[in-house]
């Protein structure tokens, strides 16, 4: 075990026990030393991404949560269903750290890498939601002079997520693209995206404030999945671009059938002739995110038979584009951190706070365009 750097800070950890009970609390920590290729980064912003709530909460309901402790130190507690015990059955008595990503100061550096000191970087790989965190220098990005914690804390995860879902349509041949929950942090930057790579996008969104905001922005085709003409809608903006590839955050209920089936009318309206199964233009829908926790609901008439509904997760996609192709997007993205990957934030809150039953509700209904961002060092006596 490596011996302590001298330094001590708070942690958010989540921990189910086998008796089915979740537990969140803030854990003081001893920081390790660095190893020769290692940091320290002092966080001071890391954001919360619905991945995070996933970690934070498992299968746990918040609705019957109790909070306790007290306001510097706050403990939660729920019940998870026995039901889905097995399922994460890995996890059981395991206390587990969360936050997928953030930025911070480098505050100690190992032999090999001491040229860091004083930098400013941002860190993708978990345990974020704490006031120090350890990390391989190599995989921490340093931010470009000028560019603050608050900048540099969501670099990793909306803008490499919008990134990959470029490179996934151009490695699997297709030319255009449909994106849900299309009014996000991250489908305000796959807009940009694709307005400037010349890329087709239809943008669907839930409601009509949505629409206006990315039309704001220059989006050409916005469809809000709401309004009466939805379908027509939807079929008029993929004959126009001629998209295959959809990318669906929702996850649960009609929507990724209803985008299958239109890209299907799509493509019979451009077809020379009947044919009785269907379209051969293969059309693909990747599920990303579980806005809706219910089962995903589709026709296989409407469809045809030339199509595929899928996961896609960042981490093996990335793996499957490769090394090289990884490295140039992060290229990107540090270029345009404070412009085309700009994240905006609805409230900025403490590590304690982040545990505080107001604010658990507000970021855990994952409502678009809202984004919370944790400070760890605020509130530090």
């Known amino acids: 075990m490596a011996e302590g750097c001298g330094l001590n800070g708070l942690e958010l950890r989540s921990r189910i026990s086998r008796d089915g009970v979740l537990e969140l609390s803030l854990q003081a920590v001893a920081v390790p030393e660095p190893a020769a290729d290692e940091i320290i980064v002092q966080v001071e912003a890391t954001p919360v991404n619905p991945s995070d709530i996933g970690v934070l909460l498992g299968p746990a309901a918040l609705d019957a949560a109790e909070f306790g402790g007290t306001a510097a130190r706050p403990v939660v507690r729920a019940s998870v269903p026995a039901a889905a015990l097995s399922a994460i059955a890995a996890r059981l008595d395991a206390s587990l750290p969360v936050g997928n990503e953030g930025a911070g100061t480098v505050v100690r550096a190992g032999a090999d890498v001491v040229g860091l000191l004083g930098k400013r970087v941002a860190v993708f790989g978990g345990a974020m939601w704490a006031q120090y965190r350890r990390a391989k220098a190599a995989d921490c990005l340093v931010l470009p002079e000028g560019t603050t914690p608050r900048d540099g804390a969501s670099w990793y995860v909306n803008p490499m997520t919008a990134l990959g879902f470029v490179e996934t349509m151009r490695q699997e041949g297709h030319t255009a693209l449909v994106h849900t929950a299309a009014a996000s942090n991250l489908g305000q930057m796959l807009n940009s995206i694709c307005l400037a790579d010349g890329i087709g996008l239809v943008n669907i969104v839930r409601s009509p404030q949505q629409a206006a905001l990315l039309r704001g922005q220059g989006a050409r085709h916005v469809v809000d999945s709401g309004a009466p003409d939805f379908t027509a809608a939807l079929t008029a903006a993929l004959t126009e671009t001629g998209a295959t590839l959809g990318f669906d955050a929702v996850g649960g209920g009609p929507l990724a059938g209803q985008i299958l089936a239109a890209m299907e009318a799509a493509a019979r309206q451009a077809a020379s002739g009947y044919h009785h199964y269907g379209s051969d233009r293969h059309k693909q829908v990747y599920l990303y995110g579980r806005l809706n926790t219910g089962p995903t609901i589709f026709e296989r008439a409407p469809i045809g038979f030339a199509w595929g509904l899928g996961g896609w997760l960042l981490m093996p996609a990335l793996k499957k584009l490769g090394?090289?192709?990884?490295?140039?997007?992060?290229?990107?993205?540090?270029?345009?951190?404070?412009?085309?990957?700009?994240?905006?934030?609805?409230?900025?809150i403490s590590l304690a706070e982040a545990l505080r039953p107001e604010t658990m509700r507000a970021y855990c209904q994952r409502a678009t365009g809202e984004k919370f961002l944790i400070l760890p060092q605020q509130g530090v006596g």
């Open 323 to 348: 090394a090289a192709t990884e490295a140039r997007l992060r290229g990107r993205v540090t270029a345009e951190l404070k412009t085309t990957f700009a994240s905006h934030y609805t409230a900025e």
